[in-house]
């Protein structure tokens, strides 16, 4: 599994249920990375999709508390044990959000893509901060851009870094 998100300098990444960022470019990488592998999500996060839809060309996973929520297009699990054995052995899964997914799913994850966008907003999740996690690493990291004039938050700068869970066997 993979993790995938975009953090403010803070590792904010959402307020009221919506992303406090607004970045084409971000989106285009989610695009490009999750594009025809499956997706796990909160229900929350689902609905804070267009129309509350499921992901087109990805295989939707959406883990909620909820006994009674359905889902056209989704498969609907209730537990971690259900997220992992949904998964089939060479299956690459992203960890799409929300808080509490992330937390829960992340310390199954090897990697995560995180769009370092490079500003402070008011926040009421938080990603994690690798960069004080002893267990991850950046593995690589895109040169700085900023969001452009009609793209969202314009100005802002941001990258792309990808992290890596240490191979403590290896010593890294």
Excluded at 136 to 162: H, I, K, L, M, Y
Aim: glycine letters at 8%; a negative charge.
């Amino acid at each position: 599994m993979k993790a995938i998100v975009a953090v403010c300098d803070d590792w904010g990444i959402g307020a009221n249920g919506d992303m406090v960022v607004s970045n084409r470019a971000d989106m285009r990488h989610f695009v490009s990375c999750t594009k025809g592998h499956t997706v796990i999500m909160g229900r929350k996060t689902l609905e804070s999709f267009p129309g509350a839809r499921p992901l087109k060309d990805r295989r939707n996973i959406v883990l909620t508390r909820d006994p009674l929520f359905l889902c056209r297009g989704a498969e609907v699990v209730h537990t971690i044990e259900e997220v992992l054995a949904a998964l089939e052995p060479s299956e690459l899964a992203w960890v799409v959000g929300g808080g509490k997914v992330y937390e829960q799913l992340l310390p199954y994850c090897c990697e995560a893509e995180v769009t370092r966008n490079h500003c402070l907003r008011n926040s009421d999740t938080y990603f994690p901060n690798l960069d004080e996690d002893p267990a991850w690493v950046v593995v690589s990291r895109s040169e700085t851009q900023q969001v452009a004039e009609g793209e969202g938050d314009a100005g802002v700068s941001f990258e792309f870094a990808t992290y890596r869970r240490r191979d403590e066997r290896a010593g890294e």
